[in-house]
Nanobody, 128 residues
């Protein structure tokens, strides 16, 4: 079965950086678009970033220019590099996989219902 395991979360000061990793098993990563979402305390889960099978990327306006997303299909791992972190970035960050073999290689899903598999999340806390 598909498993997505996030790591790399932690406590960081505002302005700092973290790199999250999402290790996938039970799937061929190259067949999936991958995304990151986050859920802050008391708020709904929201889209952060996505990367298509072909390597195209798309970001939420709130993180554009500060976050990057990348993938290594050989290592079956997706990364989220987060720079210039802000206190409002405090949240549980989730990795998600969207099977996309029936979609164009550039397909960039950003809605939660487009993703069929989810990780358990990793906590990121940004102190002010």
């Amino acid at each position: 079965q598909v498993q997505l395991v996030e790591s790399g979360g932690g406590l960081v000061q505002a302005g700092g950086s973290l790199r999250l990793s999402c290790e996938a098993s039970g799937l061929t990563l190259g067949n999936y678009a991958m995304g990151w979402f986050r859920q802050a305390p008391g708020k709904e889960r929201e889209f952060v970033a996505t990367i298509s099978r072909g390597g195209n990327t798309y970001f939420a306006d709130s993180v554009k220019g500060r976050f990057t997303i990348s993938r290594n299909n050989i290592k079956n791992t997706v990364y989220l590099q987060m720079n210039s972190l802000k206190p409002e970035g405090t949240a549980v960050y989730y990795c998600a996989a969207a099977l996309s073999t029936d979609r164009p290689q550039w397909w960039l899903p950003y809605r939660q219902y487009e993703y069929g598999d989810w990780g358990q999340g990793t906590q990121v806390t940004v102190s002010s």
